[in-house]
Nanobody
Framework: QVQLVESGGGLVQAGGSLRLSCVAS???????MGWFRQAPGKEREFVAA????????IYADSVKGRFTISRDNAKNTVYLQMNSLKPEDTAVYYC????????????????WGQGTQVTVSS
């Protein structure tokens, strides 16, 4: 079992930056951590994921070059650095975890945080 708590969301102007954090507790060894987002009226979508080692990361095309996922296993924390934010990045951002191999599929993640709102104004 893994428990996840996100923080760091807020309101920012287009072009600005935010850093989201997700603190994990429980059995966190060998977890792949992912970030997903859900805008009003839309399905939840993949943003980024990072393997337990930190050496493998994957990104959605829409955020490549702007967002960076990282993790500090000593602190049981995963981060999402978001730069050059756009109004279309507005959504509730969720941290998620699964064991072993990384994935971009929503249903393949077993554990979810409560979400944190990110709003980008134009």
């Amino acid at each position: 079992q893994v428990q996840l708590v996100e923080s760091g969301g807020g309101l920012v102007q287009a072009g600005g930056s935010l850093r989201l954090s997700c603190v994990a507790s429980g059995r966190t060894d060998s977890t792949t951590m992912g970030w997903f987002r859900q805008a009003p009226g839309k399905e939840r979508e993949f943003v980024a994921a990072i393997a337990w080692s930190g050496r493998v990361t994957i990104y959605a095309d829409s955020v490549k070059g702007r967002f960076t996922i990282s993790r500090d296993n000593a602190k049981n924390t995963v981060y999402l650095q978001m730069n050059s934010l756009k109004p279309e990045d507005t959504a509730v951002y969720y941290c998620a975890a699964r064991y072993y191999s990384y994935s971009y599929v929503v249903n393949e993640y077993n554990y979810w945080g409560q979400g944190t709102q990110v709003t980008v104004s134009s």
